[in-house]
């Protein structure tokens, strides 16, 4: 039987917030819990991480922001991915985020928010427990 297929997820900072030392810690940190990370670096749009997301096809995208642009951010994104109909597409963030914005944000499709302090495992199991399911790659 062959090896099931790594999770493949995109990590984005959008907005204008310059402060990425957070992303790039869960970055590594899924890397090292045996998922395919792609970092797309700093001031991304919501348009510009769906168009990487589409490209990289992967299975769940997580977004950084610590600006308190979330309100804004998300939404958008979420537009841009029914566009490209990415509706499958795990979708967690992580930054801080006031308690009262969280049912907002899952209401628009957020699937986990990750605050600060969040342990690395928590993370990690979340994606792999809800990402969709694929077939597994033959070679």
């Known amino acids: 039987m062959p090896d099931p297929r790594r999770i493949r997820i995109l990590v984005a900072k959008p907005g ?39 490209q990289e096809d992967v299975d769940c995208i997580g977004l950084s922001i610590l600006s308190g642009a ?26 801080i985020v ?12 957020v699937a986990a928010v990750f605050p600060p302090g969040s342990r690395m495992s928590e993370i990690a199991d979340f994606i792999r427990a809800h990402v969709p399911e694929r077939p597994a790659l033959v070679s």
């Not at 590594?28 to 919501?46: F, K, N, W």
């Open 16 to 54: 204008l917030d310059g402060h990425d030392r957070g992303a790039k810690v869960v970055a590594r940190g899924l890397r090292d819990a045996g998922m395919e990370v792609i970092y797309t670096g700093l001031r991304q749009t919501p348009a510009m991480i769906v168009n990487a997301a589409l």
């Open 98 to 109: 006031p308690e009262s914005d969280i049912a907002e944000l899952k209401k628009a499709g």
């Open 70 to 95: 979330h309100n804004a951010i998300v939404p958008e994104l979420m537009e841009e991915m029914r566009k490209q109909h990415m509706e499958g597409v795990l979708v967690v963030l992580g930054g």
